[in-house]
C-alpha cells in the first residue's frame, strides 16, 4: 500500500542494536501495511546523548522526516503518548508502568494494536522491545509486496528498506573483506552484561575448522580479555579496532566514550562484518548475531548456534516472539 502524505508510524526503540533493528523491521512493515511512512526515532539516549536522533547518523534513511517533527502532535495512538512523544519506552514504564520492565506483554500498552493496526489517528506509534514479526506474518503474506514472504524474508525486505549503513560502515566492511580468501568464519561473542559459554563457542569454530581449514576467522565480541584468549587459541583471526568492554559493562548502557558515534558505528561495522561472513558460530540469545545472519542471508546450514538446544533460551524466545 502507497503511503499517505499525512499518515506516519513512529517507531522508538529500546535496548541493544539487535533488539531495536530486528523490531523496528516488524514496524516497518506494518507501516507498508497500513499506508503509513515509518520514521524511526532513536534519540533514547543508547548511542548517542539523550534527544540527539542516532538512526539518521548511523543509516540512510529513505525518508526525509525526522522524529522530531512529530513532537508537538497530539493526534496520535496509543494515546498515552500524547505530550510525550520526545520521550522512550523507558520513561513511560517507569512513570506509569513501574514495575513492568520485565513484562513481556508491556509493549501492548505503548504501541499499536498487532492485530488490528490499521488506526484512525494520522500518527500512530509502534514500540517491542524484541521483533514481533512472527504475529503479522500471515495478514503481511496477503498482500502485495508480501504475498507468500516468510518471517525472515519479510525482516530482509525492511532492512534493505531502512538499514543501509552510513558510508563510513560501508567503506570498513568492504576494505575489511578485501583481497581476504575464502571462506570465512565469522564468531560472535557476547561476554560483558551477558555471557555466552566462551568453551563452547570455541568448541563450535574448532568444528567448523576442521570442514573448511583453510578458513580465516572474522571475531567480533564485546571483551578484551575474550579477544586475547580467542586470538591466542586460533589462528588466522582478524578484528576491527574499537574499544573493548571488561566483563560487566555493555558498551553502549555504562562505558564513557570519547567518539560515541564512531563507536555506534564500529558496531554495525562488527555487525555488518558477521553478515558478510560464510559460516557464522553464535548464540540466538544475542539479537546482534541474528539479526546479522538475516541481513547476511546466512543459511542455517552454515550457522551453528550454540543455544539451539538450550530449552530456557528457546523457550524465551518463543514467549517474547509471540506475547
Known amino acids: 500500500m502507497t503511503a499517505a502524505p499525512d499518515r506516519f508510524l513512529l517507531i522508538k ?16 512493515v506494518i507501516a507498508r501495511l497500513t499506508g503509513r511512512t515509518a520514521v524511526v526515532d532513536w534519540r533514547d539516549g543508547e548511542y548517542l546523548p539523550h534527544g540527539e536522533d542516532a538512526y539518521p547518523l548511523l543509516f540512510e ?19 498515552l503518548w500524547r505530550g510525550r512523544l520526545s520521550e522512550h519506552p523507558t520513561h513511560l514504564i517507569s512513570d506509569l508502568f513501574p514495575n513492568d520492565h520485565s513484562n513481556p506483554f508491556i509493549y501492548r500498552k505503548l504501541s499499536i494494536d498487532l ?11 509502534f ?5 514481533k514479526m512472527a504475529r503479522i506474518r ?3 503474506a496477503k498482500v502485495s509486496p508480501f504475498r507468500g514472504m516468510s518471517r525472515d524474508a ?17 567503506a570498513e566492511v568492504d576494505a575489511l573483506f578485501a583481497d581476504r580468501a575464502r571462506p570465512i568464519i565469522g564468531v560472535h561473542i557476547r561476554y560483558t552484561d551477558r555471557k555466552v559459554s566462551l568453551d563452547r563457542i570455541m568448541q563450535e569454530v574448532q568444528r567448523v575448522q576442521a570442514r573448511v581449514p583453510s578458513a580465516q576467522i572474522f571475531l567480533a565480541t564485546d571483551n578484551e580479555g575474550v579477544q586475547e584468549q ?31 558515534l564512531r563507536e555506534a558505528e564500529n558496531a554495525l561495522i562488527d555487525m555488518w562484518a ?37 530449552v530456557r533460551v528457546v523457550l524465551k524466545r518463543w514467549v517474547q516472539t509471540w506475547a
Open 274 to 310: 558477521l553478515a558478510s561472513c560464510d559460516w557464522l558460530v553464535h548464540s540466538r540469545h544475542s539479537t546482534f548475531s541474528v539479526a546479522a545472519a538475516l541481513i547476511g542471508g546466512i543459511p542455517t546450514s552454515r550457522q551453528r548456534d550454540i543455544d539451539r538446544r538450550n
Open 127 to 131: 514500540w517491542s522491545y524484541l521483533p
Open 115 to 125: 492485530a488490528h493496526p490499521d488506526v484512525r489517528e494520522p500518527l500512530a506509534v
Open 154 to 170: 519479510l525482516t530482509r525486505w525492511a532492512l534493505r528498506e531502512y538499514f543501509r549503513p552510513n558510508a563510513r560502515v560501508r
Open 13 to 28: 526503540a529500546k535496548g541493544g542494536f539487535g533488539n531495536r533493528i530486528l523490531s523496528a523491521a516488524t514496524g516497518v
Open 230 to 260: 580467542f586470538r591466542a587459541r586460533f589462528r588466522d583471526v582478524f578484528v576491527i579496532d574499537k574499544v573493548l568492554g571488561d566483563d560487566d559493562n555493555s558498551l553502549h548502557e555504562h562505558v564513557e566514550l570519547d567518539d560515541p
Open 61 to 79: 534513511s529513505p525518508t526525509p522526516h525526522r522524529a522530531a517533527d512529530f513532537d508537538a502532535r497530539s493526534d496520535v495512538t496509543p494515546a
Open 138 to 140: 500471515r495478514a503481511a
